[in-house]
């Protein structure tokens, strides 16, 4: 009797794990159905002004390194600017890193930020396995408020925004990017920068 109760549990419980395991593969087939298409271009600052985007909630934000000082980012203002947000926990973030860093040593000229939505840990982890020479401060999850306010209305990753020397949104880039055409988006924003 005892051992047929324990045989019972034992196939309930594996039932209901069955049962979420097919109920979370079918939330995220739909969710990722609905996703939009990587690298598509959300738009440039003109579209992105239209779905009120605001640069200011880039520019007007104090993030913590990874050595826990806090940095304004208003200091950014003034060179070119590449900005990703990006989590540990995302794999097309992750994959993309290498890509960000060979770019961020070859162009100099161009500023290279990321932008956590994760946490100090996770991230320092990260970093001590894969390194990464560009700069990266923390939002923590309250980052993907920031994320809507500068035009990502899904507040989907990565998210990847250029600006221009003056502060405005040049382009921007929803799903991971692809190295060619974020090098001829770059090239775009740095041809605009000297006009």
């Known amino acids: 009797m005892m051992q047929a109760m324990k045989r ?93 860093e060979s770019m961020a040593k070859e162009l100099p000229e161009i500023k290279f930020v990321g932008i956590g939505i994760d946490t100090a840990q996770n991230i320092a982890q990260f970093v001590a396995k894969i390194p990464v020479s560009y700069q990266l401060l923390i939002a923590g999850h309250a980052g993907i408020a920031m994320v809507r306010e500068l035009g990502n209305s899904a507040g989907g990753l990565p998210f990847t925004l250029l600006f221009d020397a003056n502060g405005s949104i040049f382009d921007s880039i929803l799903g991971q990017v692809e190295p060619n055409d974020l090098r001829q988006r770059i090239d775009r924003l740095v041809t605009k920068s000297k006009t």
């Open 8 to 100: 019972r549990t034992v196939l309930l419980g594996v039932g209901g794990l069955a049962a979420m395991a097919v109920s979370g593969w079918a939330a995220w087939r739909a969710s990722s159905r609905s996703a939009p298409a990587a690298n598509r271009a959300v738009g440039p600052s003109s579209e992105l002004a239209r779905v009120g985007a605001n640069p200011l909630a880039l520019y007007g934000a104090r993030l913590p390194g990874l050595d826990g000082q806090e940095f304004s980012l208003s200091t950014l203002k003034g060179r070119p600017l590449v900005v990703n947000f990006w989590a540990t926990w995302c794999a097309p973030c992750v994959q993309e890193m290498p890509h960000l």
